[in-house]
């Protein structure tokens, strides 16, 4: 079946530092591949998504391009700050749910 | 445009009990899906409503049931609780049209313990 593998965390960055949070996937057809975030004591909220192959998603000063040849969507973003402390979530949907990769804790610290 | 609200937050609930979980959907969504969340197991699907109809579900026991009402909302019930059902419960809308892997948005979730 279709499944999510994430990096183990947590990953300890200092402010400022170049942040990359590895992601592959197992799926049969074409899925949308999505990053979420969850903040301490909240929901998750959609932080960026990609539904073909080379497409980039961004926001917030985060991007993670859909490479189908390696089945890879890995998050990155140049500059971490302390408020990007949280736990990230690869996902992808392909024929009805949502499937998640195990998380991935990011702690940045001042 | 109001984001997907879940009631109550926080519940406490004790081993042979039932509970209730709320979840209203973004206006215009018709797509309701509901995850639990543990540490352990991480984010697992339970089941997915369009409609009023149960369209999906995940490999949960059948104390896990829900329900959606004609204006998208959605409740969740869980029967003779078990300790083990202790997790962040959370609901996710999506305009939930067919062959479209559109994005969910999810809701703040409930955390429920069972004692």
């Known amino acids: 079946g279709d499944s999510v593998t994430q990096m183990e965390g947590p990953v300890t960055l200092s402010e400022e530092a170049f942040l990359t949070i590895n992601c592959t996937y197992t799926a049969t057809g074409y899925p949308s591949l999505f990053w979420y975030v969850q903040y301490p004591g909240e929901g998750l909220q959609l932080l960026l998504k990609a539904t073909k192959a080379d497409d980039k998603g961004s926001n917030k000063g985060f991007e993670a391009t859909y490479r189908k040849e390696t089945t890879s969507f890995h998050l990155e973003k140049g500059s971490v700050q302390v408020s990007d402390s949280a736990v990230y979530f690869c996902?992808?949907?392909?024929?009805?749910?949502?499937?998640f990769g195990t998380g991935t804790r990011l702690q940045v610290f001042p | 445009k109001a984001g997907v609200t879940q009631t109550p937050r926080y519940l406490i609930k004790t081993r042979g009990q039932q509970v209730t979980l709320s979840c209203s959907p973004i206006?215009?969504?018709?797509?309701v899906s509901w995850y639990q969340q543990t540490p352990g197991q991480g984010l697992q699907f339970l089941f997915e409503?369009?409609?009023?109809?149960?369209?999906n579900k995940g490999n949960f026991p059948g104390r896990f049931s829900g329900r959606q009402f004609s204006n998208s909302r959605s409740e969740m019930n869980v029967s003779t609780l078990e300790l083990g059902d202790s997790a962040l419960y959370l609901c996710a809308s999506s305009l939930g049209l067919v062959g479209v892997r559109d994005e969910q948005y999810f809701g703040p979730g409930t955390r429920l313990t069972v004692t």
């Open positions: 409503y369009f409609s009023e109809t149960q369209r």
């Open positions: 996902a992808l949907i392909n024929t009805d749910k949502l499937i």
């Open positions: 206006s215009g969504h018709r797509s």
